[in-house]
């Protein structure tokens, strides 16, 4: 089991930067693939970034790949998601998610989430 617990977020301007943190418990924090998600209202939820188990490996969606970085802290058992040059379309809610295994871009392949936080970018 993994407990997820966002924080972060807020409202910020086209073009800042933020950052998203995910605290997770549970022993084997190293067993799971990581990745956020968001969900724009009437929307479904997109993958936005995810980063494999031990090897690190990380993959973004197309719209914000070379502005949004992952990574994990295995020893602190934290994932993040800093995220710059923010654009209006960006805003959303942003969710942290794990599961174990291998990585995938498909929410529905994720067993656990975190609470959620909105992330609203303003002209």
């Known amino acids: 089991q993994v407990q997820l617990v966002q924080s972060g977020g807020g409202v910020v301007q086209a073009g800042d930067s933020l950052r998203l943190s995910c605290a997770a418990s549970g022993s084997t924090f190293g067993s799971y693939s990581l990745g956020w998600f968001r969900q724009a209202p009437g929307k479904d939820r997109e993958f936005v970034a995810t980063?494999?188990?031990?090897?690190?490996?990380?993959r973004y969606r197309d719209s914000v790949k070379g502005r949004f970085t992952i990574s994990r802290d295995n020893a602190e058992k934290m994932l993040y998601l800093q995220m710059k040059s923010l654009k209006p379309e960006d805003t959303a809610v942003y969710y942290c998610?794990?599961?174990?295994?291998?990585?995938?871009?498909?929410?529905?392949?994720?067993?656990?989430w975190g609470q959620g936080t909105q992330v609203t970018v303003s002209q």
């Open positions: 980063i494999a188990l031990s090897t690190g490996t990380t």
């Open positions: 998610a794990a599961r174990r295994g291998a990585y995938s871009f498909i929410p529905g392949m994720y067993d656990f």
